[in-house]
Structures are given as structure tokens and as C-alpha cells.
């Protein structure tokens, strides 16, 4: 049971445009988004959250917007450069103590120069 | 200085043996973790150590051991090695529970 899915496996984008990755959960109880950016032969190195309390947080290029009655959250990077090329995790967990977060399958994401 | 480093990055081995993955981390952290992606890429966790306290374990076979000496080092010891036990398996670490995960930079084990 996939908890948190990303049904995009890759996405290209022209360099300068703007680019949307998806992600979805089904449980109602996660609390807490995250994204993660991963390049090949590296670990996953955070990149934006967002609680529950909000519905957008922005850094910079990047802004995660979170729709909780979709049970929906997106990455918008803008513009997108050549060096975002990489696979984009998202992962969802509840503030509960436990210390468990659950990840997506990852979307690969390239940008065109 | 890396924050967070595992050792072998790449473990050949045959079936049946038995291996060890260490990881450390300096930041300081109370929390540290074991993931394991699979050939399909799941990101799943395996087990949370809180302070060299076990406080997750996810019907992981008992074949595979974490041990935490303290609270900067979570090994991770797999008896008799199984072809499905190949993998990228990542170490991270956390202060807390809503903070984000520091990973380490993985560690591909291939059993032939």
C-alpha cells in the first residue's frame, strides 16, 4: 500500500519554463511535506517543506503548494535550470513522535538547455 | 566535511554471507535511520534509532541487525545474504522528528 505516490516517473522541461512535479497521499493523518532532491550515486539532499498549516511555502525558485482536501502537493520550480536535472522525491509524515517518513517513487525531472 | 558518511559505498558479495554497513554522522543529531531502495525505487524505511534507542522497525527480516555503539554511529549487519537483499541502502539522520532527514550518499549491495 503506497501511501504516497508520485505517478510522474519523468518529466522534461525547456530550460527557463517553469516545472510542475505532483505528488498524492492518501493519508489523511501526514502532517508534514517534504521534497528532496536526489542526483545519480548520491543520497537524497532536502529541498522545501511545507506543515499542514499552510497551503504554499516558496524558497527562492522552488515553492510547494499543498491542496490537504485533494490530498495533493506540488513542486514548482521557476525558471528551471539545466542543474535541476535530477530525480525529485516527495515524502509525508505525522508529527506524531514516530519519526517515520514515507516517500514517493521519485519523478526524474530534465531540463533542456 | 561530509555530514553524513556510510561505508563500503558498493558491497559485492556472494549469497549466504554475512556484512556489515557502518554510518556516522556529526551533526549532532538524535536520530538516525536505515533506508533501502529497491529495484523499483522505493524509498523505504527500514529501522529508527532515538538516542542508541530502537524506536522503529519495520518487519524487516530478522537477518538484518542495526546496532547503534551511540548516538553519532548506526551500523547495519545482514546475516546470510539473499539475491533480494540487493540494494541501495541509505543511512540519514535527523535532530528531530519534524526536521528533515540528512541522507548519506548510499551503499549498493549486489549479491551474486
Given at each position: 500500500d503506497q501511501q504516497v505516490k508520485?505517478?510522474?516517473p519523468s518529466l522534461s522541461v525547456q530550460e527557463g519554463r517553469i516545472s510542475i512535479l505532483n505528488c498524492d497521499y492518501t493519508n489523511s493523518m501526514f502532517d508534514y511535506f517534504l521534497w528532496y532532491?536526489?542526483?545519480?550515486?548520491?543520497?537524497?539532499t532536502f529541498l522545501i517543506s511545507i506543515s499542514s498549516i499552510k497551503?504554499?511555502?516558496?524558497?527562492?525558485?522552488?515553492?510547494?503548494?499543498?491542496?490537504k482536501s485533494a490530498k495533493h502537493l506540488s513542486l514548482h520550480i521557476v525558471p528551471s535550470q539545466p542543474g535541476d536535472s535530477a530525480v525529485y522525491f516527495c515524502a509525508a509524515s505525522h508529527r506524531s513522535g514516530t519519526y517515520k517518513y514515507i516517500f514517493g517513487t521519485g519523478t526524474r525531472l530534465k531540463v533542456l538547455a | 566535511d561530509t555530514a553524513v558518511s556510510?561505508?563500503?559505498?558498493?558491497?559485492?558479495?556472494?549469497?549466504?554471507?554475512?556484512k556489515s554497513i557502518k554510518c556516522e554522522q556529526n551533526l549532532g543529531h538524535d536520530t538516525m535511520y536505515w533506508y533501502k531502495q529497491d529495484s523499483k525505487k522505493f524509498l523505504k524505511i527500514m529501522f529508527s534509532y532515538n538516542n542508541k534507542?530502537?524506536?522503529?522497525n519495520e518487519t524487516v527480516p530478522n537477518r538484518f541487525s542495526p546496532k547503534s555503539p551511540d548516538k553519532a554511529h548506526l551500523n547495519l549487519h545482514i546475516n546470510s545474504l539473499e539475491l533480494g537483499d540487493s540494494a541501495v541502502y541509505f543511512c540519514a539522520s535527523s535532530p528531530h522528528s519534524d526536521s528533515p532527514l540528512h541522507f548519506g550518499n548510499g551503499t549498493r549491495l549486489t549479491v551474486t
Amino acid at each position: 500500500d503506497q501511501q504516497v505516490k508520485q505517478n510522474s516517473p519523468s518529466l522534461s522541461v525547456q530550460e527557463g519554463r517553469i516545472s510542475i512535479l505532483n505528488c498524492d497521499y492518501t493519508n489523511s493523518m501526514f502532517d508534514y511535506f517534504l521534497w528532496y532532491k536526489k542526483y545519480p550515486a548520491e543520497g537524497p539532499t532536502f529541498l522545501i517543506s511545507i506543515s499542514s498549516i499552510k497551503d504554499k511555502n516558496e524558497d527562492g525558485r522552488f515553492t510547494v503548494f499543498l491542496n490537504k482536501s485533494a490530498k495533493h502537493l506540488s513542486l514548482h520550480i521557476v525558471p528551471s535550470q539545466p542543474g535541476d536535472s535530477a530525480v525529485y522525491f516527495c515524502a509525508a509524515s505525522h508529527r506524531s513522535g514516530t519519526y517515520k517518513y514515507i516517500f514517493g517513487t521519485g519523478t526524474r525531472l530534465k531540463v533542456l538547455a | 566535511d561530509t555530514a553524513v558518511s556510510q561505508t563500503p559505498k558498493y558491497l559485492v558479495t556472494q549469497m549466504g554471507n554475512d556484512k556489515s554497513i557502518k554510518c556516522e554522522q556529526n551533526l549532532g543529531h538524535d536520530t538516525m535511520y536505515w533506508y533501502k531502495q529497491d529495484s523499483k525505487k522505493f524509498l523505504k524505511i527500514m529501522f529508527s534509532y532515538n538516542n542508541k534507542e530502537l524506536i522503529i522497525n519495520e518487519t524487516v527480516p530478522n537477518r538484518f541487525s542495526p546496532k547503534s555503539p551511540d548516538k553519532a554511529h548506526l551500523n547495519l549487519h545482514i546475516n546470510s545474504l539473499e539475491l533480494g537483499d540487493s540494494a541501495v541502502y541509505f543511512c540519514a539522520s535527523s535532530p528531530h522528528s519534524d526536521s528533515p532527514l540528512h541522507f548519506g550518499n548510499g551503499t549498493r549491495l549486489t549479491v551474486t
